[in-house]
Structures are given as C-alpha cells and as structure tokens.
C-alpha cells in the first residue's frame, strides 16, 4: 500500500501540483501506469492523464483571471519549461489561446 497521506500536509502545494506528486509516488512504488488509467476511470470516468491536464489546464486559468499574470509567467509556475508549449498546450485543453482567454476573462 502507498502512502500518500503525508503529501495533503504540504499545503505550499497547489491541487495540480499536490495530483502529479502523487502520481510520481504512485509510480514509484511499482506499480502500473494501466492500474492508474484503471482507478482514474473507475472514479473520473477519465484517464490520469486527461485528469491531469484538466487540472493543469484549471489552474492556469485560474492564474490568469485572479493572479494578472503573463502567459510566460503561467506557463513557469505551473511547471512547463517553454511558454510556447504552454500555449500550445493550454489551446488544445480549451480550445482558445492563453492571450485570448485573458483578454475575455480577466478581472
């Protein structure tokens, strides 16, 4: 059995962040990448990654509507190395780009 349960006591750790710790230490213990997709179907209807990237996809909009923070900004806090990756990737998550989401979006 994995322990997890001393990862929800970092509370520094936003709920993405907190999610991919977990699936590291998921897999590291040995087990599956399949017996993850598995329990994240029976409980998301989804796969891990897809929760992922949901969840990734959440924070980043919530960065730009509450945070006022630049597209390269968000893309290095929620970890990605190359903004235009970001971009890329946050298009395909909600079908419109970052710039456009925040110009709609921003308080």
């Given at each position: 059995?994995?322990?997890?349960?001393?990862?929800?006591?970092?509370?520094?750790l936003?709920?993405?962040?907190?999610?991919?710790?977990?699936?590291?230490?998921?897999?590291?213990?040995?087990?599956?990448?399949?017996?993850?997709?598995?329990?994240?179907?029976?409980?998301?209807?989804?796969?891990?990654?897809?929760?992922?990237?949901?969840?990734?996809?959440?924070?980043?909009?919530?960065?730009?509507?509450?945070?006022?923070?630049?597209?390269?900004?968000?893309?290095?806090?929620?970890?990605?190395?190359?903004?235009?990756?970001?971009?890329?990737?946050?298009?395909?998550?909600?079908?419109?780009?970052?710039?456009?989401?925040?110009?709609?979006?921003s308080?």
């Amino acid at each position: 059995m994995i322990d997890i349960k001393h990862l929800d006591d970092t509370p520094e750790l936003d709920q993405p962040r907190r999610i991919r710790k977990y699936v590291l230490v998921w897999c590291s213990s040995g087990s599956t990448e399949a017996k993850l997709n598995e329990l994240s179907k029976l409980h998301t209807g989804r796969t891990a990654r897809d929760v992922m990237h949901g969840l990734t996809a959440s924070e980043a909009k919530r960065l730009f509507r509450y945070e006022r923070l630049s597209v390269k900004e968000v893309a290095y806090e929620l970890g990605f190395n190359d903004p235009f990756y970001f971009s890329n990737f946050f298009k395909k998550q909600t079908r419109q780009s970052p710039k456009a989401y925040k110009e709609k979006h921003s308080i």
